[in-house]
């Protein structure tokens, strides 16, 4: 009986969760009429007529929209601001774990304070200097910002790895003489892909969901807007209009659920390398 | 915003495992030149998070003084008008709201998930189903739910589900983000928990199945029923985690912005802190009151840096 009401518990949850995704899916591919006329559930009275879904919402949002366009900007953003923080970061994280230099206490103690200093602190001066050096609604800007802002995390997460890494490695390379870097690029990175593979799942997500960086410092300029502020702009002038809404939602969820789908291991790995195992 | 955990030492087990990667005295001999590398290794790093993260906070706080257009010197002009506005006021309840609901509902529904799908059959998709809203982004789960509250007046066929359940039991339709001030908050929340859950879970979960099962067993053994098992033995030994948990979501949710910019843009009664600010950066162009509500943001959050700052050291003492 208890385990009954337990099943039963966890189904009810599930179902609240998957239901509006799923909802949203349907719509999206139901036509304009449907959308606005009837609920999505409708479509299970007859769920084997296939003419009642249509592709029409994805080829207008990609199409009218500016969606297509939007899906561009959001990998030319995201990729290099992926790429340039983790190997900024990985540099740095070395020299916090295996290199002795003035200050590298108080600095890491000063990174690990910055990991939760609000964005919002650094939104207003930033602006300013990208106001005054044309750098406002470019893909340099952004890149940058986001490099800065993802940098405290991918030092804390790989200095915790290659510091757990065992030191003959590093001492065996040095006394046959190795210089730092031939030690970085030949035995830390390659030793650490799992760890990277993480952060890359991490900053790639957290900058192609990321609104409010693309919105201060893009939100001038529509033609490099991601899918993120494309959405919220439609939002805004669509309102109602579902068919649209859900369409374009759903195309700004492909690629992050993909990547959930294909690597939920290393991403949840990542979540728990900090909390639980260092 | 990706999720970050504030205070990782705190439970940073292997920690005490990693080897200290202070160098020896014996090895002092390379130290001139390994100096040298390790300002190139750290420079780019260094550069980019002083221009990007320290400069800017100390500049906000310092334009946090002046007026809208950062030329004269205002005193705490700017601070007190946030306390004496009606609608920053709002904006404060609201925040509070969320930091009481949206971080009790995300760490007990976490704990209650992590706990319940133990020793599930289907425990790997029960996780991953309530994990995924974490891979999309928070706009787009804020059209999710917007759907989802959709309102159509009384005799119409209702699109969106809430409404069409409530119709279904004879209620009339409601406009879930429109009445305020408690059910459009309630509302915006929800979905805020349905967002987050997951990290919870996953992290509490973790924690729970490092419990050694023979105290547990022992425990059993010895006629102590579930409750007793969990209260007595498990929510001790991971009381650790759930405070770094607790804190991870208090921290975000303190900066809560995408769902209400998407969902409600603060109209209502929806106002946050953290649109407000948007709005009167963008909006009100008053660059002096932007600035003091992010410092206002930035001195909730600042006990928290602290601590985990307090932690790290202590642990790696």
Redesign the interface.
């Known amino acids: 009986m208890m385990r009954r009401l337990?099943y039963l518990?966890?189904l009810l949850?599930?179902l609240?969760?998957?239901?509006?995704?799923l909802?949203?899916l349907i719509?999206s591919l139901r036509p304009a009429a449907a959308?606005?006329?009837?609920?999505?559930?409708t479509v299970f009275g007859n769920p084997l007529n296939w003419s009642q879904f249509t592709l029409a919402n994805y080829q207008h949002v990609l199409g009218q929209s500016g969606l297509a366009r939007s899906f561009v900007n959001s990998f030319i953003i995201t990729l290099p601001a992926t790429i340039l923080p983790m190997l900024?970061?990985a540099?740095?994280a070395?020299?916090?774990?295996?290199?002795?230099?003035p200050g590298?206490?108080l600095?890491f103690?000063?990174?690990?304070?910055?990991?939760?200093?609000?964005?919002?602190?650094?939104?207003?001066?930033?602006?300013r200097l990208y106001s005054r050096t044309g750098l406002a609604g470019s893909f340099i800007g952004i890149w940058?910002?986001h490099?800065?802002?993802g940098?405290?995390?991918a030092?804390?997460l790989l200095r915790?790895f290659?510091?757990?890494l065992?030191?003959e490695i590093f001492?065996a390379a040095?006394i046959d003489g190795a210089?730092?870097?031939g030690a970085?690029f030949r035995l830390a990175l390659p030793m650490s892909v799992p760890a990277l593979a993480s952060l890359a799942i991490?900053?790639f997500?957290?900058v192609?969901?990321?609104?409010?960086v693309a919105?201060?410092y893009l939100?001038g300029n529509p033609r490099v807007a991601p899918?993120?502020l494309a959405?919220?702009n439609l939002?805004g002038s669509y309102g109602q209009e579902?068919h649209i809404?859900?369409a374009?939602?759903f195309v700004?969820?492909v690629v992050?659920?993909i990547?959930?789908f294909s690597l939920?291991r290393y991403?949840?790995r990542g979540?728990?390398a900090?909390?639980?195992?260092? | 915003m990706m999720p970050i955990l504030p205070d990782w030492p705190l439970i940073n087990r292997m920690g005490r495992q990693i080897r200290r990667p202070y160098l020896q005295p014996s090895r002092r001999r390379k130290m001139g030149s390994r100096n040298r590398w390790a300002l190139f290794f750290v420079s780019p790093a260094l550069l980019l998070i002083g221009l990007y993260l320290i400069y800017p906070t100390i500049h906000t706080i310092y334009l946090s003084f002046f007026d809208r257009r950062s030329e004269e010197f205002v005193g705490w002009a700017n601070y007190q008008y946030l306390f004496a506005s009606q609608s920053m006021l709002q904006a404060f309840r609201n925040n509070l709201l969320w930091l009481i609901i949206f971080t009790l509902g995300t760490v007990l529904l976490g704990l209650l998930l992590a706990v319940l799908t133990d020793r599930l059959r289907a425990e790997a998709l029960v996780k991953s189903i309530i994990f995924l809203p974490m891979a999309i982004s928070f706009a787009g789960a804020g059209v999710i739910w917007k759907f989802m509250y959709a309102y159509r007046p009384a005799g119409a066929p209702q699109i969106g589900l809430l409404n069409q359940v409530v119709t279904l039991f004879g209620g009339e339709p409601v406009g879930w983000l429109v009445k305020g001030p408690w059910l459009n908050n309630l509302a915006l929340i929800t979905v805020g928990v349905w967002i987050w859950t997951g990290f919870c879970m996953v992290i509490l979960s973790a924690a729970y199945k490092g419990i050694p099962k023979a105290l547990i067993e022992a425990a059993r053994v010895d006629g102590a029923g579930e409750w007793q098992v969990f209260w007595h033995i498990s929510l001790p030994i991971i009381k650790s985690t759930v405070l770094v948990v607790t804190t991870t979501m208090v921290i975000n949710v303190l900066k809560i912005f995408d769902v209400v910019y998407v969902m409600t843009n603060g109209s209502f009664g929806t106002e946050v802190v953290a649109n407000r600010m948007y709005k009167e950066l963008f909006q009100f162009r008053n660059t002096g009151r932007a600035s003091a509500l992010a410092v206002l943001l930035f001195l909730a959050i600042l006990p928290f840096i602290i601590n985990s700052i307090r932690r790290f050291k202590e642990e790696a003492a």
């Open positions: 337990l518990v966890i949850i599930c609240l969760w998957i239901l509006p995704t909802g949203l719509s959308v606005a006329n009837s609920g999505w559930w900024f970061g540099f740095a070395f020299a916090f774990a295996w290199l002795k230099f590298r206490n600095l103690l000063v990174l690990v304070g910055l990991l939760v200093v609000p964005l919002q602190m650094t939104l207003i001066p930033i602006l940058l910002a490099t800065g802002y940098l405290p995390f030092i804390y915790n290659f510091s757990s065992p030191a001492e040095y210089s730092p870097v970085f991490f900053q997500l957290w192609w969901n990321d609104l409010l919105l201060i939100g899918l993120t959405l919220s939002v579902w809404l859900t374009a939602a700004s969820m992050p659920l990547v959930f939920q991403f949840v979540i728990l900090g909390a639980i195992k260092g």
